[in-house]
């Protein structure tokens, strides 16, 4: 519990400036790998508060749950693409592209930024067109431009000054590009989308800490453990139903 507490502080002065909570500033005192199980805990209950506090009254209030609706659009996901390829999807390609997309480029070196910042273009081309070889290629274009324009000093300056508004624009993001994974019965539910939005913000927030303090494959490997948390069940009880059938 005390170590909850602790965790539940750095995350809330994290908050308040986090372009000053590095890894330089704010070093790990204990193993990375417990390090992440510490942090995976204090995402899970935050979002089981967050779930009891707001989500259930809401779920009461309209009859409709914004988790359910997301497994549901998984299932089917999963249907199509079959147990091998969703596992993949979502515990390997989606944490790496997410990541990269959104927290990679938040050391403000001119490499990561580049890579984000292509990331970003390809994300953006492949949710309208659905062309992974137009979108990677755009991606990629992307990074070599902007490897050559940036300069490293631009980059820490941009870093002073707007470092803080950029993070906070990352963390909001995350949990937004996540909004067409539910699909609601009507619009007048609107709501529904509180307690889900809220709960992924923590996972941005909480992936984000984890990138600035600990670097960037170990917030991968967090999203990637979360995500797999979420998966794994829907896959066994898919080759139960499999079984049965």
């Not at 199509?80 to 515990?91: D, T």
């Not at 984000?208 to 009880?237: D, E, W």
Request: include cysteine.
């Amino acid at each position: 519990m005390e170590s909850l507490l602790k965790d539940l502080k750095g995350v809330l002065a994290f908050l308040r400036t986090p372009i000053r909570y590095d890894s330089a500033k704010h070093p790990l005192q204990q193993a990375i790998p417990f390090y992440l199980f510490q942090m995976l805990l204090t995402m899970i209950v935050i979002q089981l508060v967050i779930g009891f506090i707001i989500g259930f009254p809401i779920e009461l209030l309209s009859g409709v749950n914004s988790r359910e609706l997301e497994r549901a659009g998984f299932k089917e996901l999963l249907q199509e693409r079959g147990p091998l390829l969703f596992f993949m999807l979502g515990c390997i390609v989606a944490p790496l592209l997410e990541e990269t997309t959104f927290r990679l480029g938040l050391s403000f070196k001119r490499l990561h930024v580049a890579v984000s910042l292509g990331a970003i273009a390809f994300t953006i081309m492949h949710l309208i067109y659905q062309h992974i070889p137009l979108s990677l290629a755009v991606g990629l274009v992307t990074i070599g431009i902007f490897y050559l324009i940036l300069k490293g000093e631009q980059l820490q300056q941009l870093r002073q000054r707007f470092g803080n508004i950029i993070i906070y624009i990352m963390l909001i993001a995350f949990p937004l590009m996540h909004i067409p994974n539910i699909t609601l019965p009507d619009l007048s539910y609107w709501y529904v989308y509180v307690p889900y939005l809220l709960s992924l913000f923590v996972s941005s927030v909480i992936f984000c800490f984890v990138r600035l303090r600990a670097g960037f494959f170990p917030a991968v490997v967090l999203h990637a453990v979360g995500n797999a948390i979420a998966i794994i069940p829907l896959i066994l009880s898919y080759y139960l139903k499999t079984l049965q059938g």
